[in-house]
């Protein structure tokens, strides 16, 4: 006989108190674009190159999806790679956040380390390992290549989620916790063989941290309207049913596939832009 487990009304509000405490504490990279989402920015991207470079990436395409969620992983072992993930813009200012500086000595000197560390570091982690791929192109260290290839990858896509460019990346500030996994994640698995992604050509890459920083502008730009179709697809509904998420995925699609498909045409132009910084080296097959 199963027995029923009864709640009085103190322990019910205990409860809910430290469900909200854990929405709010813990860590921000547990949903980011979700695995789903990260494979199908990369199958795309490599799609996006031109001829003479795709081979090498689309002969090392199961290296590629296997490995661009290496970050997500890491940050199990390693807290501090979470910062990699996101930059909370609305933490400087109102946009387009010309009070934040682009470049990462200048913005060091004028915030300091604990707070660009505590606001997010996603931009300047790109720029990173843009010039990481470009190293490892350079000295024909193919290997390393395809990893730092794998990585950047996740780090663009990144960019291109809307809520890892805001404080209020879960909807904790909105009252609509789990906004993003609902956006980045559920509608994603639920429909993504519906999705008619269309990148466009990958292209050369000027600046690639200034690049990162515009990605994460668009993305953000797009906040606003994606948190007003979640309480539009939630009126009525006390739980979030298959209705809720046909009703969000009809207001909230057109959004989701842009920036998936601006995803993978980053990811491509990344990757085509090292590899022309490196001196167009002979890539392997």
Not at 54 to 71: A, C, I, K, Q, Y
Not at 78 to 84: D, G, I, L
Not at 152 to 177: C, I, K, M, R, W
Not at 230 to 245: I, L, P, Q, V
């Amino acid at each position: 006989m199963q027995r029923k487990f009864n709640c009085n009304p103190r322990m019910r509000a205990l409860l809910v108190l430290v469900f909200f405490a854990f929405a709010l504490l813990c860590p921000r990279d547990l949903r980011a674009w979700g695995r789903g989402g990260h494979k199908l920015v990369v199958n795309k991207a490599i799609d996006t190159l031109p001829q003479n470079v795709r081979e090498f990436f689309d002969s090392n395409r199961g290296f590629l999806l296997l490995h661009v969620t290496d970050p997500l992983d890491t940050i199990a072992k390693t807290p501090a790679e979470r910062h990699n993930h996101f930059i909370a813009l609305d933490k400087y200012g109102r946009f387009p956040f010309e009070a934040l500086p682009r470049v990462y000595k200048t913005a060091l000197t004028k915030f300091g380390k604990p707070t660009l560390d505590r606001n997010g570091l996603l931009p300047w982690q790109i720029g990173v390992y843009s010039e990481k791929l470009t190293e490892a192109m350079k000295a024909g260290k193919w290997d390393e290549a395809k990893l730092d290839a794998a990585i950047l990858a996740n780090y663009v896509a990144e960019a291109h989620d809307p809520f890892n460019t805001t404080d209020n990346f879960d909807g904790h500030l909105s009252g609509q916790v789990g906004i993003n996994e609902r956006f980045g994640a559920a509608l994603i698995d639920r429909y993504a063989s519906f999705f008619p992604m269309r990148p466009n050509d990958a292209i050369f890459i000027e600046d690639p941290t200034d690049r990162a920083f515009e990605a994460c502008l668009s993305s953000h730009s797009w906040l606003e309207t994606i948190l007003l179709a979640d309480r539009k697809a939630r009126h009525g509904e006390n739980s979030f049913t298959d209705e809720y998420y046909d009703r969000f995925y009809n207001q909230a699609a057109a959004i989701l596939i842009r920036q998936l498909s601006d995803a993978a045409t980053d990811v491509g132009s990344f990757w085509l832009t090292a590899w022309i910084n490196a001196g167009r080296p002979q890539l392997p097959h």
